[in-house]
Structure formats: C-alpha cells, structure tokens
C-alpha cells in the first residue's frame, strides 16, 4: 500500500453465487484515493458500486485483491476487528439519516463516540456540541430528530459521522432524499469538510452534484473507471 493513500484497491473482484450461476460483481478493480480528496461514486443500479463501497468500508470482502484503507488491510481483519477500525477510521452519511428516533439530536452524535469508547465521557457534550455548531444544528441539539426538517436530519446526520473524527468520510446517497436547495446546502458542507482537510466519498446521481464534485469514477458492469484523472482500473478498460 502507498502509505499517503487513504484508500488502495488493488485488483479486487468480488463474485456472488446466483440461482444462474456466478455473477462478477467488480472485475479486477483497482483504485487509489488521496488524503484530502472529494471523489464521487457513479453507475446505475447493478452495476456493482455498492459492492465497491462496501468493499471499501469493510462490510464485504472481496472475493480476490487487496483492500487497504486508512492504513488497515481489511483482508487481515475478522469480523469484531473490522466492527472496530470501522467505528474509529469511517464516518458514513445514509440517504435516509438513519438517526436514533429515540435519542435527541446531540445523544445520536455522543452515540458513535460511546460505541467506540472515544473521548473522555465529560468531553462528548461538549464535542458533540461543537460538532453541531459546525452544521448550524446547535439550537436543535436537544430536540428528536423527527422533529427536524429533512436538511436538518441530515446534517444532523454529518455530525454524528464526524464523531470520533474518522479519516474517511462516506456519503451514500446522502442528498437523495433532500430538496435541491437542502440538497444544495448539505453539498456545501460536504465540501467546506474537504477543504478542512477530509477524505470524502460520495455515491450521487444528481449530474448537478457530480459535475461539482473534483474527480468522479464510474462503476459499470463491475468495471471501474476514473473520470477524474483519465485512468482505467487496470484492467484494459477505459
């Protein structure tokens, strides 16, 4: 692994068992992503880009090839070990926010910093609070999430990812279910992480965001390839 990659693929195939026989969810997919770097994620649906993201946040392994990220070889980890560098190294951002109904708004960002044992328990408050500053959710820290706006959950929800400060930030569709304008204010967020300095990737397909976003690959048939730089995935596609 280049040690300044926050994420290595390294000729990574995947291939699941179906009623007709194998089917090759990603084909000899290799990819480096940089610190600092805002990456979007495109294809349709079954073109393998969620088996490439779970590959990448360790909640799949690969059927052969190496995955490297934030420093880990995934390959290397069992299930609890993987549970744990997860916690610590990946904040993820879902299309549905997938926020605590039961838990104020700041107890779902303590939420990860507890799972993971993160912080001093007299700092989490006050972390928590800090992070909700930097959403502009502040005012609604000790208010349900259901009583929040779509916008509002999910920054909410970009706060709890940034919890116990992971290297790598993933969004999953996270401005699929937001009105352009909320959709367009979370982007921005999205993209002042960036500039604070975060990795962060993005499965999106509003072409507006995309065209916005640095560098974009595309999963197609379970072939990557990178518009941002003009490479392929070594496999002879482009």
């Known amino acids: 692994m280049v040690e300044d990659t926050v994420i290595d693929l390294q000729g990574v195939n995947k291939t699941f068992n179906g009623p007709a026989g194998p089917i090759q969810a990603l084909k000899n997919v290799s990819l480096k992503v940089y610190p600092g770097e805002f990456v979007g994620v495109r294809g349709p649906s079954g073109s393998g880009k969620s088996t490439l993201i779970n590959m990448i946040t360790g909640i799949d392994r690969p059927t052969h090839g190496d995955v490297h990220v ?7 980890l069992n299930e609890n070990q993987l549970a744990h560098w997860r916690g610590r190294n990946v904040g993820v951002i879902f299309q549905f926010f997938q926020l605590l109904p039961t838990l104020t708004v700041m107890e779902n960002v303590i939420f990860p910093m507890e ?5 001093a328990r007299r700092e989490r408050p006050e972390r928590a609070m800090h992070l909700l500053e930097q959403v502009g959710l502040a005012d609604q820290a000790h208010k349900l999430p259901n009583t929040l ?9 970009i706060a709890r990812a ?11 569709e996270p401005t699929g279910n937001l009105d352009s304008k909320s959709a367009d204010k979370v982007f921005y967020l999205f993209e002042e992480l960036v500039r604070q300095g975060k990795t962060f990737m993005m499965v999106t397909h509003d072409l507006g965001l995309a065209s916005r976003i640095p560098r974009v690959v595309e999963v197609l048939d379970g072939d990557l390839f990178d518009n941002g730089n003009g490479h392929n995935n070594g496999n002879g596609h482009k």
Do not use: E, F, H, K
């Open 115 to 119: 799972c993971c044992r993160m912080w």
């Open 70 to 76: 934030t420093g880990a070889r995934l390959n290397d």
């Open 149 to 157: 706006s779509g916008g509002q959950q999910q920054r909410a929800a």
């Open 162 to 172: 940034l919890a116990n400060d992971p290297a790598l930030v993933m969004g999953d």
